[in-house]
């Protein structure tokens, strides 16, 4: 079974400061490491994936994540917060299976950016 | 570029009714997947589909809940007889790979059941 965990239902930044967004999994198995963003009225966005390779990895619009498998997390940062990027972010681990693989989400983090 | 587009963007139906909510997913994709959001609540995994038949379903996905590719573009999502706990947002998605890659989503058929 393969779970996620975000800590922190809603973030709130100043525009220009740093964004960081946590979110730890569970699985048995090596794990496939998404997040995706909505925005409002609006369905999912794949922001960046880890599947294998470089643990760093970087996504659109600035963002990126950090896969350690040693503290089973996959936290997601920006360096500088823009005013569009206020909206919902999901965290998703996969697995491989024989037939497609579904994503389980984390809970979101809903982040409000400040002028 | 390509989408997954889901039609339509809302739909109310009378509870006890039968609703179907209509995607079609990127072309040359071969899973597909219906998820849902209940409002406030995390993204929940429905079932997934390949080679014409459900390869993975979540125990939400009962058998009020049905899944077609009824012409190698469409991939419908059936429910028989609406409760007002199937309300939420429903998305549709589809991927090109058995390895796992993003999946891509539809915009969601927001249903609202009265």
């Known amino acids: 079974a393969q779970s996620v965990t975000q800590l922190g239902s809603h973030v709130s930044v100043s525009e220009g400061a740093l964004v960081l967004l946590r979110c730890n999994y569970s699985s048995s198995v090596p794990p496939y490491l998404f997040w995706y963003v909505q925005y409002p009225n609006q369905g999912l966005q794949l922001l960046l994936k880890?599947?294998?390779?470089?643990?760093l990895v970087k996504g659109i619009n600035g963002f990126e994540a950090e896969f350690k498998k040693s503290e089973t997390s996959f936290h997601l940062t920006k360096p500088s917060a823009h005013m569009s990027d206020a909206a919902e972010y999901f965290c998703?681990?996969?697995?491989?299976?024989?037939?497609?693989?579904?994503?389980?989400f984390g809970g979101g983090t809903r982040v409000l950016v400040k002028p | 570029e390509p989408e997954v587009t889901q039609t339509p963007s809302h739909q109310v139906t009378q509870m006890g009714q039968e609703v179907i909510l209509r995607c079609v997913p990127i072309s040359n994709h071969l899973y597909f997947y219906w998820y849902r959001q209940i409002l406030g609540q995390k993204v929940e995994f429905l079932v997934s589909f390949y080679n014409n038949e459900i390869s993975e379903k979540s125990e939400i996905f009962d058998d009020q809940f049905s899944v077609e590719r009824p012409d190698g573009s469409n991939f419908t999502l059936k429910i028989r007889s609406t409760k007002l706990e199937d309300s939420a947002m429903y998305f549709c998605?589809?991927?090109?790979?058995?390895?796992?890659?993003?999946?891509?989503f539809g915009q969601g058929t927001r249903l609202t059941v009265v």
């Open positions: 998605a589809s991927s090109g790979h058995r390895v796992p890659t993003e999946a891509f």
């Open positions: 880890y599947t294998t390779g470089a643990t």
């Open positions: 998703a681990v996969s697995t491989i299976k024989a037939a497609g693989n579904k994503l389980t």
